[in-house]
């Protein structure tokens, strides 16, 4: 893709800090069509706001040290989780001794809810990887002055050999989150959460994925999909948990 090219879909102040990895994913979608190269920008832009959209609102891109909570029942994604999450937490890291590594792949404003891993008693080091810049400053912000053993980092997922690294360099006892971020890989690129989790699993402990079962718009279209992977999931993992909480599915497995 050309370098005048991706900076005129990111000449948008929304896309301005997208990795360039998930911009260039979109254009591939239309690269081809015989249509004009602003046609081509539109047609990108309208897919990265389909991937990227709700989490780029004025709302969660200002949020001017508002509290933790004020924060996660802002998002759409944690706002379910809210009364959950020590339940949650709880059942993911049962098993597991006090000091644990926590990689949080396309995390959101999934960070803001570290506290609670305190809360039940785990002394967590926690990595937030997530492709919107603004999330990535304010959560690293509130990390820093919660004196939090946490870092967010800003790279798209669609860079693996970088992920990997990231996760290698973690202390072990890895427990790795992939929260209701399927939908938005494969929109950008099918089959991608396949090869994902097959590369990332052998390095880390268990796995926890996770599914909106109600309530987030425009679902349907990916239910035959999770299916799949979730087959794909049974075929090739041992899954130790699977529980529904808050409108949401969370299933565990390890290699
Ligand atoms: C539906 S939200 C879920 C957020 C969080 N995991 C949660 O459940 O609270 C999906 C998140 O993944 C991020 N994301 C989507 N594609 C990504 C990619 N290729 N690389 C990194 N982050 C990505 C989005 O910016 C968004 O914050």
Known sequence: ???ELYQKIISKKEFSQLPEEDVEKAF???????TSEEEKI???RELLHRVFG???SKKLLSLKNKGEEWILRKHLSTRERLGFYKEIYKKIL???GKKVSIIDLGAGVNGFSYKIFKKIGFDVDYTSIEAIGQLITQMNEYFRKNKLNAKAIHMSLFDLDKLKEIISKTPEQRVIFLFKIVDSLEMLDRNYSKTLISE???L???VVISFATESMI???KFAAKRTWLLEFIKKNFEIIGNFEMGHERYVIFRK
């Open 1 to 3: 893709m050309k370098k």
């Open 200 to 202: 990332i699993s052998p």
């Open 94 to 96: 049962n098993g597991f």
């Open 42 to 44: 539109r047609l990108t």
């Open 204 to 206: 880390a402990e268990v």
């Open 218 to 220: 425009k679902r349907k």
């Open 28 to 34: 591939s979608h239309f690269e081809k069509r015989q």
């Open 54 to 56: 709700a989490f780029l």
